[in-house]
């Protein structure tokens, strides 16, 4: 059963999901601010049981202290990257490959090589620095995590993750600072999905939130363009932030197998919803709104295209290629009638369901092992 639009109106701020009036009226209006105050909302937690109770979290501790990485050493920073020449070469790789002919009858059925050229490396620079704002995100939900969760395995791993988080935030900022030329300010989608995630003060819905939806997608994500770029920096770059982000999503999951199994189907439906409600605001950003204005376009004339452009989707569907088995694995999928089952159906993501999930996977990202054998 379709949620009717009252529910629509209450988890999404608008009565129909593709509605492209209200997906556009979300902006920054704060452009120049330079910073942004959430509440957090959250007890911090001490705990006096240091025995080991979660062995699975403990090896996976373990993996995280052997396997960091220094990004000042690690990665050859002195490549020279010829943006032009090497987004022409990585087309594929945009996170918004587009089917130029899709765009009849507006500004962009005119536009030559020199116009999708200028867009594509718009839409990388815009792409890379959404990325940097996440892993911003993911630093400061995990160090909230540190202090909320009340399992002393968990506070130990989490303390890993700030230290990755911190160096991703790091790459991320030095790539578009030293080889692209600057970065665009945070979505307002993605801000707003931030917004919610570090505002509620149940310690779980950190967790659902950040390791299983946005570090979910990022893997996801990371994963396509990391296959398809030829640029040896931002390849290496990518798999050594993969390498960490899949222990995250792992963490994400082991931890909440253990939370939802004892909850109501009412604290189910509302984590249900809260996921939901996450996976169209990742979508929505991926209009890359931002970008349209500045390439002199009117999202609101190419936006109705992009949702029904065949690369596009093809490229929508894959963003949760990793959030769709994982969320099968945690019973979020199947509980209170499919409820969430139904939404994934209806966004055309649900045929991810089978795929491996993070919590037995992650060690295939390990570095020195080959990605072939892991979907993107
Ligand atoms: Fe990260
Ligand atoms: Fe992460």
């Known amino acids: ?31 120049e601010a330079i910073q942004h105050i959430v509440k957090d909302n959250a007890d911090a937690i001490f705990t006096w049981d240091y025995s080991l109770s979660r062995p699975a979290l403990r090896k996976l501790y373990e993996k995280a202290k052997v396997g960091q990485w220094n990004a000042t050493t690690d990665l050859p920073w002195e490549t020279v990257v010829d943006e032009e020449k090497q987004v022409s070469m990585d087309q594929a790789a945009l996170s918004s490959g587009l ?21 594509g ?35 130990l791993y989490a303390s890993t993750q700030v230290v990755d988080e911190a160096r991703h935030v790091e790459v991320f900022a030095r790539y578009l600072d030293e080889k692209l030329g600057g970065s665009y300010q945070i979505n307002a989608h993605l801000r707003m999905l931030l917004d919610d995630i570090v505002n509620d003060s149940r310690w779980d819905m950190t967790y659902l939130g950040m390791q299983i939806m946005v570090e979910g997608l990022a893997l996801a994500a990371f994963g396509n363009m990391q296959q398809m770029t030829t640029e040896p920096l931002l390849k290496k770059l990518l798999r050594y932030v993969m390498s960490d982000e899949a222990r995250h999503v792992a963490f994400g999951v082991l931890s909440l197998q253990e939370v939802y199994k004892d909850m109501s189907d009412a604290e189910i439906k509302e984590r249900q919803e809260f996921a939901y409600e996450a996976s169209v605001r990742m979508r929505d950003r991926f209009m890359s709104q931002e970008v349209w204005e500045r390439m002199g376009v009117n999202p609101r004339d190419v936006v109705p295209l992009i949702l029904r452009d065949p690369t596009r989707e093809i490229f929508q569907q894959m963003l949760f290629a990793k959030i769709v088995p994982n969320c099968k694995k945690l019973g979020l999928l199947d509980r209170n ?10 966004m055309g ?21 080959t990605l072939a054998d892991v979907q993107h």
């Open 337 to 346: 009638d499919s409820w969430l089952r139904r939404r994934y159906e209806e």
């Open 121 to 155: 490396i718009e839409q990388r620079r815009w792409s890379l620095s959404q990325f940097m704002h996440g892993e911003q995100g993911a630093l400061i939900c995990t160090a909230k995590i540190v202090e909320t969760v009340p399992w002393y395995d968990a506070k």
């Open 349 to 369: 993501v649900i045929q991810f369901e089978n795929a491996e999930d993070t919590g037995e996977e992650y060690v295939k990202y390990e570095l020195g092992e």
């Open 99 to 119: 089917t130029a002919n899709h765009y009849e009858g507006t500004v962009m059925a005119k536009w030559g090589d020199k116009e999708w050229s200028a867009y």
């Open 1 to 31: 059963m379709s949620i009717t639009e009252n529910e629509s109106q209450e988890m999404l701020g608008r009565s129909e999901l593709n509605d492209i009036e209200a997906i556009l009226s979300i902006t920054n209006t704060d452009v």
